[in-house]
């Protein structure tokens, strides 16, 4: 892969770091990713870990599991904690189409966590 420079959400691969608020699109680009090099069996289960990995290394997929349970949870603390991020949101560093796809992002999911509450593109 291409190596990307500039935009400081992202890596030499071109997946941006997990930032919390991100995690639907990080998990697309990663699984793309893994997918690219040969590496989503192990990820998935449907491959074993070779039997040289360090004892202390924690399957692929039970971290894969983990971080789906962490970020997929539709609950309150996290509803509060994305509208908090929003409401103290700012540009700063972030040219504007970084900010509004940041700010993009966060409404989406504060949509999919409350879809009673879904943030209107008006309000947008």
Known sequence: MEINGG???????GV???V???????????EAFLQGQDLWELVSGVDEIPADTP???????????????????KNIARLQFLENELAMLKQEGMSISEHFLRVKNICAEISELDPKEKISDARL
Not at 61 to 73: A, H, P, Y
Request: net charge positive.
């Open 16 to 18: 941006e770091k997990l």
């Open 55 to 73: 004892e202390n290394a924690d399957s692929p997929k039970k971290i894969w599991d983990t971080l789906e349970r962490l970020f997929s949870k």
């Open 20 to 30: 919390g608020t991100n995690y639907r699109y990080w998990r697309m680009c990663m």
């Open 7 to 13: 935009s400081s959400s992202n890596t030499q691969y």
